[in-house]
């Protein structure tokens, strides 16, 4: 289907084309075409036709090229895999090997390329400096494709992604010679298994990567993964208790899935769903990603991220529009310290405020959740505030004040979200907000200390 669409759509755009020419080498306005002008019509409609066909030709080949690539991964077939990438570029053959060794680690259920469905035969220019790399080929384009896998027992809906190769003619065919997708602004991410080698372990409910240069940590961070999210589980028995962690040496990696709102100096590790397709969170084509930079593979304080992070994806489909960030974050971070409350470190502001009656009298705004100014510090209340919970009304209040916060709708810091904010401290403590908060600061006060 995905061919004929291709061929269709290119065929109706260059009959606009040549209906165009005809319109306009009628001057006599009645219907018939004379002389040169009509053999120059004839002509310019034959040269067009030829150039439409060559295309779908063209097209139709890659299409071909990329679906034995395909099957040659599926089968495990390097030489296949090989068999149609350009030979006379050393560094590509060398990366295609390289990910083809990778990919096969992964538990692929599906793994495709296909024409873009937003711009069907859409094609993009490759600059000067990216051709005069590529040797003598005689024809170069670049298609603009997706890609789509799914990792087989944790994916439940397949993930998608810009594609945009570069193919080239040599030799009486086409040849994969490289690859631009880095390069386009709709690129969303960088897979740790494009750049390096890599090294894939899974354990009873978590599928780890991790560059191939920790080989020797993967048991011992699968083994940690696996207690991280049977830990979690036992605060959260109704959830998703499944994670594909990625753990690798790349920054790239960890870069590009937290995007260039983000500071990567700020952030620990990040969980985030890859199906942007869909408004419902009910997904569970979720990634654990992990920031090398603060927290690489044998790091002492990995335990405490993934638990963090994987309260996150156990409680990902039942949070809301409005679902307050104190709420989510403070919930995991509850639930990292659940059983190591002693281990848990915040802002030295917090304290001192808390000795100096400065305490803020409402929880975090969304707005100000992850300002640099504000972000340490508004981790370590949200935290408080269930760490009080737990200590003053019980872990049932816990669950209960997450869950029904976890239902606000409306927009982040709205009046509506306020609103159902503030529903949520009745409901379940039968006081205002403000007279919540003025016992999380009472006790706040009597707990931390301002460090020295």
């Not at 061919?3 to 109706?12: E, S, T």
């Not at 869909?278 to 997904?283: E, F, I, P």
Request: aromatic content about 8%; charged content about 15%; proline content about 6%.
């Amino acid at each position: 289907m995905a061919k004929v669409a291709i061929v269709a759509v290119v065929a109706l755009v260059a009959a606009g084309l040549v209906a165009a020419g005809v319109a306009a080498a009628r001057p006599d306005g009645a219907g018939s075409m004379v002389g040169a002008d009509a053999r120059a019509t004839a002509s310019t409609g034959a040269a067009a036709a030829s150039s439409v066909e060559t295309v779908a030709a063209r097209d139709r080949a890659v299409q071909a090229l990329l679906q034995r690539r395909a099957a040659a991964l599926r089968s495990g077939d390097l030489a296949g895999w090989l068999a149609d990438v350009d030979p006379q570029q050393p560094a590509l053959v060398a990366h295609q090997r390289m990910l083809f060794a990778n990919l096969r680690q992964l538990p692929l259920s599906r793994l495709d390329w296909a024409p873009a469905p937003s711009w069907p035969g859409r094609t993009s220019g490759v600059p000067v400096s990216v051709s005069q790399t590529l040797g003598d080929l005689q024809s170069i384009y670049s298609p603009w494709l997706v890609l789509t896998y799914q990792f087989a027992g944790f994916d439940a809906v397949p993930v998608t992604d810009a594609y945009l190769p570069i193919i080239g003619w040599r030799g009486g065919r086409w040849l994969l010679a490289g690859d631009q997708t880095q390069t386009q602004s709709n690129y969303r991410w960088v897979e740790p298994w494009d750049g390096e080698p890599i090294i894939v372990a899974r354990g009873h409910h978590v599928l780890v990567v991790v560059s191939a240069s920790d080989a020797g940590r993967a048991t011992a961070l699968v083994s940690v993964a696996d207690q991280a999210l049977t830990q979690v589980a036992s605060m959260w028995p109704v959830g998703t208790h499944q994670a594909v962690l990625y753990a690798t040496r790349s920054p790239a990696v960890f870069s590009t899935f937290l995007g260039s709102g983000g500071n990567t100096g700020d952030y620990d590790g990040l969980t985030i769903g890859l199906d942007d397709t869909s408004t419902a969170r009910a997904q569970h084509d979720l990634r654990v990603v992990v920031n090398p930079a603060l927290v690489p593979p044998g790091s002492g304080r990995m335990p405490a991220l993934l638990r963090h992070e994987f309260t996150h994806v156990a409680k990902w489909a039942d949070e809301s529009t409005g679902t307050p960030l104190w709420a989510s974050e403070g919930i995991a971070e509850y639930t990292a310290y659940r059983f190591h409350p002693g281990d848990q470190l915040v802002s030295g502001q917090l304290g001192l405020d808390a000795s100096r009656g400065r305490l803020p009298r409402t929880l975090p705004s969304d707005q100000s959740f992850f300002a640099d100014a504000t972000g340490y510090y508004d981790y370590g209340l949200a935290w408080c505030t269930f760490e009080y919970i737990s200590e003053r009304y019980g872990e049932g209040k816990v669950r209960a004040l997450y869950e029904s916060e976890a239902r606000v709708g409306g927009t982040p810091d709205s009046a509506q979200a306020r609103a159902g904010q503030a529903r949520g401290f009745q409901a379940v403590f039968g006081v205002s907000e403000t007279t919540f908060m003025a016992g999380l600061d009472a006790w706040i006060k009597l707990v931390l200390r301002p460090a020295g």
